[in-house]
């Protein structure tokens, strides 16, 4: 019985996620190869790095005839596949990997035993019939055996669901090493790499599995579980030849030393398994080396289809050490890689050695290349043609003796390609982008001359492109008529080696039904939570693609589908679904399909043109499945469909899984029986107020001849005409003649218009064109014209212009003015509408200049794009400004003349002639003057008048003399006093009184003009108290008489009967004075009273005095 025992489970660092792949069967050392009427070709799972750690599950199942050998025990496979020591599994992952992946694992501690003999498992092998005995169910039973003890959650390390690494190790011989003999005979199990389908054991998914047989050696172990890293057969699957033979495990070198030191792996698959980063010849032609690659990871990449292509030479050092002891030679080995090709096809394999020898025998010690001048080129055997044929002008000489360190030189092509060119499709009048790219797929810098012809002629510098990189010519254009079209391309190049410099590319126009290029996302409907999506993974143009799977490839047992939208293709007569796609898949097993419905229940095969290129059971049959070998083209002819809906499938079996279903640039498309296209939309420039004509193309796409309805929708307020109903052969192309009338008024800017043009015999069938009117800016401006004006000195005179926006634009508009001395005011900046008029104002101030000058300037009006100007002109006008000044010689004696002065001023801006008038007292005379005297602009002249008083006996006094001085409506106004003298009698009478101590006492002085005419009369006073007098100055007309009181404070302590002295002077305005002199007496008591009169003269005006005593 079993023993429950514990698992004890190694706890590591996760290892990466592991993909599903398809298993192949190890290589059998002894010529027996399995039946060839089975299934077995298996293909390769999704390449990801490796890196880190991986921990395996082994499970041990024996047989009941066939049990296990006891010296196979548990401790025998943990020492041969995970001891750290030479010859074990892990050693020899561990050398090929340069440390960089480490592998554990667990046995399980027992032997669990299977319900069959060994022929039950091994009679149908690998048919898929689980219903069956088959190494599938060996695979169940082991599984369900070892449930009780094993947790397999413990065995997903990398978290995906799915257990990681399962190997199944069966007792007694294997398929390939029992040679066909033993108890099992044929029916003996070969040792494989395989899947069944997905069963989950502690909510984990285990479906990869590896079988080997318990005596099978360490190589053909590490073989197996390469496949489950990923790593296809190397060996020629359909055993036509020996694949790249002893040179790597993956062929017959996991058989070397008996399978228990297999040769290391390839450098293709150290590179797949992403252990080694291969070195590019960057460094151009010359020297190379290389040192020995069992412990350095040394390997260098020759790119043939350019650094990103998967066509490629592999160059790596291999020598007898490590686990290489048993190669069959040592050397520089070159390997010729084409990611497309198939290891079962001799003449374009995945991985091919360039052996030495030439004998297609990789087994032998002339394989590799050493110590040779000659080398590898386009002249040896073999040469270094790629697989088309063709020279790729890569050679490897002068390649020095085999050792540790070998080196040789590198003849590298310099070469510029045109490697694609696009569209690959147009639609008529639309528009589309011409592209030409130009990559560098050699190892020197370049530039190059590109000469395009066909649809455009060119002639463009390519720039220098540096190893690897890539430039693309990219041009607008647009199809004018239906049919084939043809874009020309040639690389003017020096040292250019491939010829590969020139394409012709064709083209052709169709009715688009539908285009998808899935930039914008996936939004069509899936079913089965299907895996299809957009990813930026891989795709044919732009940046995003179609895609059925996750992560890094697709899972098993899948049946996911993409429900493309219905077509309606009644109307087309020729319809096709065409697309890029990129697949690879489990060859025979797995793949996609396009299929369709045409009552949306029952779904058949949509074969493409050509036929399918592969097969898929999962997928019911013919499909897209193995590799494309890159981007390729698929046509399905949907012609005949009246309705139909499409939908992309793919589908895996549970088997092993790859990378998957790529598809780009869906394009659905066709001829109609009735169509008709025209440009999307087309511009015209036009202006207001004119009168324009157009053409209009449009193209009958349908087949038949057809008559169209035409309307025309315009803009508010404009007028136009086109033909209303037109007539065009099937395929051919139309022009409409467009007549268009603009009013008068139209702002500038972007107007819109529709033309619709439609099928008469299928309305549903018309073309609108968008009509793009750009009306033309018009600048236009102008002032309406001034008339003269005048204006005086001083003044501020404003001129109101009127500038006038006759254009369809606004205009801001800068205003200049240039006037010298002349002051101008005026806006700096003028913001004017368009069709608008506005008002402004230019104010000039009139300076002192003559009368008569003129300003003459003009008002500049600016704009960016135009200009007016207008003419300011001012005429000076003369200022009437008169001045004059009197100056009378002083007073006159009757009958006297005297010569009088007057000063005449002309203020103006002008010689003035002008009118002097004068006007004097009654009796008085005026002689001796210039009545219209003439006066220069601002200057004055002077003037003499006689004046003559009157005579006799005549009474003196004053009168007034009146000057006008007139010019034009302006006059100036002068006047003076007129003096006549006559002789003056003064008389001064002072009458005083008695006062006490500290009193006022007052005298009264009486003045009198005893004279004949009037007198004025200054009076002063003098004395010994205090005095005041009450006036001081006086007008005293002939005869007449007035009192002044004279004040006097008499002081205290001023003894009775003292006299007080004082003098009262009265003067004329000539001199003459007459003084009267007095006494005040202060008395003790009151009521005395003294009186006393003094009489002064003044006689025919000579001064006199007397002196007066006061009489008590």
């Known amino acids: 019985m079993l023993l429950a025992l514990p698992l004890l489970v190694l706890l590591l660092p996760q290892a990466a996620a592991v993909p599903s792949i398809p298993y192949d069967l190890a290589p059998q050392p002894l010529g027996h190869a399995p039946p060839q009427d089975q299934q077995t070709e298996q293909p390769q799972l999704a390449q990801r790095d490796w890196i880190g750690d991986a921990h395996l599950l082994v499970l041990l199942i024996q047989f009941p005839d066939y049990p296990a050998d006891s010296e196979h025990d548990i401790a025998y496979y943990e020492e041969l596949l995970f001891a750290r020591e030479a010859g074990s599994m892990w050693d020899f992952f561990d050398e090929n990997s340069y440390g960089q992946f480490n592998i554990s694992g667990t046995v399980v501690p027992q032997w669990l035993n299977a319900s069959e003999n060994m022929s039950y498992y091994g009679e149908y092998e690998f048919q898929n019939s689980e219903a069956q005995g088959n190494a599938q169910t060996l695979v169940r039973e082991a599984v369900a055996l070892a449930q009780p003890f094993v947790n397999f959650s413990h065995f997903d390390r990398d978290g995906d669901g799915n257990l990681d690494h399962l190997i199944i190790v069966h007792s007694g011989p294997t398929d390939e090493s029992n040679g066909g003999g033993g108890p099992a005979g044929d029916d003996a199990i070969w040792s494989h790499r395989w899947s069944i389908s997905a069963e989950y054991r502690n909510g984990t998914r285990i479906s990869g599995y590896a079988m080997q047989g318990e005596g099978t050696p360490m190589g053909v172990f590490g073989h197996e579980f390469a496949h489950d890293l990923g790593l296809p057969d190397l060996y020629d699957t359909d055993y036509s030849s020996s694949g790249i033979g002893h040179w790597g495990m993956m062929s017959g070198g996991s058989w070397l030393n008996g399978g228990d030191t297999p040769a290391q792996l390839c450098a293709w698959s150290k590179i797949f398994l992403g252990w080694v980063e291969p070195a590019l010849p960057f460094a151009g032609e010359g020297e190379y080396n290389l040192s020995r690659v069992e412990d350095n990871a040394s ?45 079962s096809n001799d003449a374009h394999r995945k991985v091919h050695l360039e052996e030495a020898d030439n004998n297609n025998n990789p087994k032998q010690s002339s394989d590799p290349w050493a110590n040779t001048t000659s080398g590898f080129t386009n002249v040896s055997s073999p040469s270094s043609h790629n697989y088309d044929g063709a020279e790729t002008h890569i050679g490897v000489t002068n390649i020095s003796v085999s050792g540790d360190w070998m080196t040789f030189e590198l003849q590298l092509p310099s070469d510029l390609a045109i490697v694609r060119a696009s569209p690959g499709w147009v639609e008529v009048h639309q528009p589309t982008l011409l592209t030409l790219t130009v990559e560098n797929t050699g190892f020197e810098s370049l530039n190059a001359t590109l000469l395009i012809s066909g649809v455009v002629e060119r002639t463009v510098a390519v720039p220098w492109l540096l190893p690897g990189a890539a430039w693309e010519w990219s041009e607008a254009w647009t199809p004018g008529a239906w049919g084939n079209y043809t874009l020309e391309a040639e690389l003017v190049v020096e040292d250019d080696e491939p010829s590969n410099n020139a394409l012709t590319h064709t083209f052709a126009t169709t009715v688009v039904i539908m285009f998808e290029d899935f930039e914008s996302g996936l939004a069509w409907p899936v079913a089965n939570d299907s895996l299809w999506n957009a990813t930026s993974g891989r795709s044919y143009s732009g940046e995003r693609a179609l895609w059925c799977g996750v992560g890094t490839g697709y899972v098993d047992d899948m049946n996911d589908t993409l429900l493309l939208p219905p077509f309606a293709l009644g109307g087309f007569n020729s319809a096709w679904l065409d697309f890029s796609h990129w697949f690879n898949t489990e060859a025979n097993y797995d793949g996609g399909v396009v299929e369709y419905t045409t009552d949306g229940e029952n779904w058949s095969l949509l074969t493409p043109e050509g036929g399918y290129p592969g097969s898929a059971s999962a997928a019911g049959g013919s499909a897209f ?17 009246e309705n139909v809906t499409l939908r992309l499938r793919f589908a895996t079996d549970f088997g092993s899984v790859a990378e998957g279903w790529f598809v780009d640039d869906l394009l659905v498309h066709g001829r109609p029986h009735y169509g008709v296209a025209a440009p999307p939309a087309l511009e015209f420039m036009v202006y207001p107020e004119s009168e324009q004509n157009a053409s209009v193309p449009f193209t009958n796409t349908g087949v038949f001849e057809d008559n169209y309805n035409v309307t025309l929708t315009l803009p508010m307020g404009w007028n136009g005409s086109v033909p209303t109903n037109v007539s065009v052969a099937g395929g051919e192309t139309g022009a409409l003649l467009l007549e268009l009338w603009l009013p008068q008024q139209v702002l500038a800017g972007n107007y819109s218009g529709w033309l619709n043009i439609t099928s ?44 006038h926006n006759d254009g369809n634009v606004p205009e801001s508009v800068a205003v200049g003015i240039t006037a010298g001395a002349w002051a101008v005011a005026a806006p700096a900046n003028l913001t004017i509408g368009p069709y608008a008029t506005l008002e402004f104002n230019v104010t000039v101030t009139v300076p002192e200049v003559l009368a008569g000058s003129l300003l003459l300037t003009t008002v500049n009006l600016a704009a960016e794009e135009t200009n007016a100007n207008a003419l300011l002109r001012l005429t000076v006008e003369q200022r009437e400004q008169p001045g004059i000044e009197l100056a009378l010689p002083g007073e006159f004696r009757p009958a006297e003349t005297r010569n009088t002065t007057l000063t005449l001023y002309n203020y103006g801006n002008g010689p003035a002639s002008m009118e002097l008038a004068l006007a004097a007292p009654a009796n008085w005379t005026i002689g001796g003057w210039d009545a219209t005297p003439t006066v220069a602009a601002w200057s004055n002249i002077t003037v003499t008048v006689q004046l003559t008083a009157p005579a006799g006996d005549v009474v003196a006094g004053s009168g007034a003399l009146y000057v006008l001085l007139q010019h034009g409506s302006e006059a100036a106004f002068a006047n003076d006093t007129l003096l006549l003298n006559q002789t003056h009698r003064l008389r001064v009478l002072i009458a005083g009184d008695s006062a006490l101590p500290e009193q006022n006492g007052t005298a009264t002085a009486t003045i009198r003009n005893r004279g004949d005419g009037l007198v004025r009369i200054v009076l002063t006073a003098s004395g010994d108290w205090e005095h005041e007098l009450s006036q001081t ?13 004279l004040r006097v404070a008499v002081p205290a302590r001023t003894l009775a009967g003292t006299l007080g002295g004082f003098a009262v002077n009265a003067t004329d305005d000539d001199g003459a004075t007459n003084e009267a002199a007095g006494t005040v007496e202060a008395l003790q008591y009151s009521g005395a009273r003294f009186n006393g009169v003094w009489d002064a003269l003044v006689i025919d005006g000579v001064p006199g005095s007397q002196m007066l005593s006061l009489v008590s």
């Open 299 to 343: 390997i260098m990449k020759i790119p043939i289809d350019g650094l990103g292509g998967r066509e490629y030479f592999l160059l790596e050092n291999r020598q007898n050490v490590g686990y290489d002891t048993y190669l069959p030679g040592h050397g520089l080995l070159i390997w010729h890689i084409d990611e497309d090709g198939s290891q």
């Open 625 to 641: 499945a193995g590799g494309s070998g890159g981007w390729v083209g698929a046509s399905f002819n949907l012609t005949g469909f």
């Open 760 to 803: 008469q015999t299928d309305p549903g069938s018309s073309a609108a064109v968008a009509l793009h009117f750009v009306v033309g800016e018009v600048h236009l401006l102008a002032v309406t014209p001034l008339a003269p004006v005048s204006g005086l000195p001083g003044t501020n005179i404003t001129f109101t212009l009127t500038l």
């Open 1033 to 1045: 100055v006086l007008w005293l007309a002939a005869g007449t008489e007035q009192d002044v009181t």
